[in-house]
């Protein structure tokens, strides 16, 4: 398997991400409704807060993008040794920065009780233990989460990081289903993922010692390569930081105004908007190694501009199909999912999925001001972002709940998306103009038009059920393909197809 090229790596990588992502929406469809039937909508309230809270805590420092961004960089270099020290030191940052979490963690667990007043006394008690085992995990496997997907990426180690992925998927929704057949409730599923996760991480780092050339040089200390990693790591700090005030303290926030339906709802939504994410960012992190030798071989940010816009389109054709998508036959997918009592779900997700297309379509030029070092530039975007985020939040969550908050969070995506665009012009003399042409206004057309024929479609077919779902969702993609070749596709795109097509449904010539 290491013997095979980059580009094989790649392409089977990219396979392997989307097969463990179909796994996951078919076993979260499949199993998701059941199990909040089986712990209830408080408990999975209550799941949601304890790993938004606790996730808001585990900051990295951006050290872990300092790990990808300098591995990458001198792997591109041929600088072994010197990925072999930046790793030991890194290691030993991780301990105390754990150790230093841990403490903080502790602290707020006698702080609960004040914190979440909306919870009722029996939440509260469940929280605590729920709180205890995500605390524990996240503090014990936190240098190797950190680490471990970011040098098997940068080795082009695809194949074993997606493929345990998958097998990793498999396992973890396994012994939930039978830990929830046993009754064995909410601990036991926080438990299960907090232990499967832990033994996949600890896998992922075998893989590392087996099939790179790193040899962490544990004892090695720098002065310097400490400074060096800092002030690029700073800013990617005040990044995540800014990052949890979205996802992350939305829930919190839901839990002081609003309480634990509210929480449930935003949970299921920003389940929904993850998988969009989910899809377009499989093959993202495959990149960094492909920028750097553009970056620091080519010597121009300039030459960027091809890769991002042919990922650009991919991303955007791709995460917009779901967007389409789900905005057309959202309701009817609610309604069966987990009930029509849950409705507000529909209108919650359409609100997160609306910015997805134009930001994942930009990872390219995100990647590569983090790999020439111009990261600070998206932080001062990313504050903005969180500002307007909280600000909302904490008023329209006031008056309409998880809908609010989700509507806080479109805005402050959208406004991030479009200064980003401005950075990517100004810092790496990217035409920002020409990629919108190429990629936005190209593929918008049939995509307005397939939203207008899918609504049309709604109207014409009113009855729901799973079999009913799954006819108009083929449908929708059969239109949505069909437009997307006779207005928006490109020779090269269309000649792709063309042989993907040819492999599987070979024309035999006499």
């Known amino acids: 398997m290491s013997k095979l090229s980059s580009s094989k790596q790649l392409k089977i990588g990219a396979m392997l991400s989307y097969l463990g992502i179909g796994l996951n929406i078919v076993s ?24 938004s809270l606790i996730n808001m805590f585990m900051l990295d420092f951006g050290i872990s993008s300092a790990v990808s961004r300098f591995v990458s960089k001198y792997r591109a270099e041929g600088q072994q040794e010197k990925i072999n020290q930046l790793l030991g030191v890194v290691y030993k940052l991780f301990f105390v920065i754990s150790a230093t979490v841990g403490i903080v963690l502790i602290v707020i667990y006698f702080f609960i009780d004040e ?11 469940k929280f605590k233990i729920v709180y205890i085992i995500a605390a524990t995990y996240s503090v014990v496997s936190f240098p190797l989460s950190a680490t471990v997907n970011g040098v098997l990426n940068s080795y082009e180690k695809f194949i074993q990081v997606k493929l345990s992925d998958v097998i990793h998927k498999v396992i973890t929704v396994v012994l939930i289903v039978v830990a929830l057949l046993l009754d064995y409730g909410l601990y036991a599923l926080v438990a299960i993922t907090a232990a499967v996760n832990l033994a996949f991480l600890l896998i992922k780092y075998l893989l590392i010692k087996t099939s790179t050339p790193v040899k962490v040089n544990i004892k090695y200390w720098d002065k310097a390569l400490l400074k060096e990693i800092f002030g690029f790591s700073v800013w990617v700090l005040i990044n995540s930081i ?56 080519e010597g121009s940010t300039k030459d960027v501009l091809p890769l991002m816009t042919k990922v650009g389109r991919f991303q955007y054709h ?28 529909y209108y919650c997700a359409v609100l997160l999925l609306l910015p997805a297309p134009f930001y994942l379509s930009q990872q390219i030029g995100k990647n590569t001001m983090v790999m020439v070092n111009k990261v600070k530039y998206l932080t001062f975007v990313n504050i903005v972002k969180a500002l307007v985020n909280v600000v909302l939040a904490s008023v329209l969550s006031v008056y309409w709940g998880a809908i609010g908050a ?12 479009f200064a980003n665009m401005y950075l990517y012009k100004k810092k790496l003399e990217l035409d920002i103009i020409e990629f919108c042409k190429n990629c936005y206004l190209k593929m918008s057309i049939p995509m307005a038009m397939t939203l207008a024929l899918g609504f049309i479609l709604q109207k014409l077919i009113t009855a729901n059920s799973w079999v009913i779902l799954a ?9 949505y393909l069909l437009l997307m070749w006779i207005f928006a596709y490109n020779s090269e795109e269309k000649q792709l197809i063309k042989n993907v097509f040819g492999k599987f449904c070979p024309i035999k010539r006499r």
């Open 28 to 51: 979260a469809l499949i199993y998701s409704p059941w199990m909040l039937s089986k712990i209830g909508s408080g408990d999975y309230g209550l799941y949601t807060l304890a790993s």
């Open 115 to 125: 914190i979440y007043l909306s919870l009722t006394a029996e939440e509260l008690e």
């Open 242 to 297: 800014c990052s949890r005030l979205i996802m992350n303290i939305c829930p919190n926030i839901l839990g002081i105004t609003a309480g634990t339906l509210a929480i449930t709802v935003f949970g299921f939504a920003s389940t929904i908007e993850g998988y969009s994410y989910t899809f377009s960012s499989a093959i993202d992190g495959m990149f960094m190694p492909k920028i750097a030798r553009i970056a620091y071989k």
């Open 318 to 345: 791709l995460v917009g199909l779901i967007v389409v998508g789900f905005s057309i036959v959202g309701k009817d997918f609610i309604t069966l999912w987990i009930g029509s009592e849950y409705i507000s779900v």
């Open 406 to 417: 989700c509507a806080s969070i479109c805005i402050a995506y959208f406004v991030r998306n």
């Open 471 to 479: 006819v108009k969702i083929v449908l929708i993609i059969a239109v």
